[in-house]
Nanobody, 122 residues
Framework: QVQLVESGGGLVQAGGSLRLSCAAS????????MGWYRQAPGKQRELVAT???????DYADSVKGRFTISRDNAKNTVYLQMSGLKPEDTAVYYC????????????????WGQGTQVTVSS
């Protein structure tokens, strides 16, 4: 099986910073794109940032210039460095990864983490 485990969420004041981590483990052969999504209360889940296996990145307009996504392929881990946090960034943040795991019959299969809460106070 494959698991994604997020960490690093918490409570921070507006203008502060947090770093989220998401580690993938299990019978992994390769991880393609990885990403971060978020869901605020009463809203749909939205894309925050993605990164390909080669390091190409993409960001939601609302976080450009404030958030940075990165990954360590040797550790099967993706990070989200968040700076200049705003109250509207408050949400549960989920990581996502496209995983190829032939031993369990998964090919670029999307896995999700359990989510980590980020709360930004004004």
């Amino acid at each position: 099986q494959v698991q994604l485990v997020e960490s690093g969420g918490g409570l921070v004041q507006a203008g502060g910073s947090l770093r989220l981590s998401c580690a993938a483990s299990g019978s992994i052969f390769r991880i393609n794109a990885m990403g971060w999504y978020r869901q605020a209360p009463g809203k749909q889940r939205e894309l925050v940032a993605t990164i390909t296996s080669g390091g190409s990145t993409d960001y939601a307009d609302s976080v450009k210039g404030r958030f940075t996504i990165s990954r360590d392929n040797a550790k099967n881990t993706v990070y989200l460095q968040m700076s200049g946090l705003k109250p509207e960034d408050t949400a549960v943040y989920y990581c996502n990864a496209g995983v190829t795991a032939p031993l369990i019959g998964r090919y670029n299969y999307e896995y999700w983490g359990q989510g980590t809460q980020v709360t930004v106070s004004s």
